[in-house]
């Protein structure tokens, strides 16, 4: 029943909450200890909040999951996890993240509080509407680089920052319902009611609206947010956002995939490669101009 309820807890998903150190980095912070390790207590926080979602998530869609060829395996759909102890562990994150992210910040707990609340009203409802859908996926992603904000004494954020990542937030969350209908075509059960309302031409479109808006927005911010240096060399990090984009697009495409995006983060080289160097040339040109 433990290890079943570890699996549940969807630990990889933890990465996402990787974008509470957004703030951290572009603000360049990374050496202020007491803003790391505070940030540190909110992704962990952040982590049980997001457990919670996915315990109350499974619960919610149980019939749906037992029909789906891959989620029919959750610990919950399997019946691997008892219903009473994963409500009784999604109480017990969520208690645990409320209580404890009080005391690191009242901001921060806000915007957890508007997280699960938006997590609650899309999980029984805004799922099953067309476009409002992926916006409000795109909308978690904006939520956690808005926590990690709240954590530090942000001075030099850029708010090109969070519209870029609303866009490329947009085009995980498209490419993900466009890998979906992708196995609803292929012949497998179709067990999302929103994809009723999707086609793959329509799909295409606007995952191409948004990876150009994406890849627009991150131009823009390297050369024009205040706390970049004057040399722009910032700039030098835009193809491999470029290329990570256009990998991402690929595999989704032509490989039909996409319908877990930590799943490509954790599995495809060419993903992992662009997301190590681009990273480690962020910092390079942070901490030596």
Known sequence: MFSALIKNMRLKQWAKNGLLFAGLIFDRQLTNWPSVLITLEGFLLFGLLSSGVYLLNDLIDLEADRRHPRKRSRPIASGKLAIPVAVGAAI?????????????SPAFALVALISLLLNLSYSLWLKHIPILDVIVLASFYVLRVAAGVTLVDVQRFSPWLYVFTTFMALFLGVAKRRAELALVEGGRSQTRRVLAGYTAPFLDQMLQTVLTLAILTYSLYTFSAPN????????LTIPFVIYGAFRYLYLVQV????????????????????????GLTVLYIFYTY
């Open 255 to 278: 490989m039909n995939s996409g319908e877990a995006p930590e799943e490509i983060l954790f599995s495809d080289r060419p993903i992992q490669a662009t997301v190590l160097l681009w």
């Open 92 to 104: 017990l994150f969520f208690a645990s993240a409320f209580f404890f992210g009080y005391r690191l």
């Open 228 to 235: 970049l240096p004057e040399n722009h060399a910032m700039m």
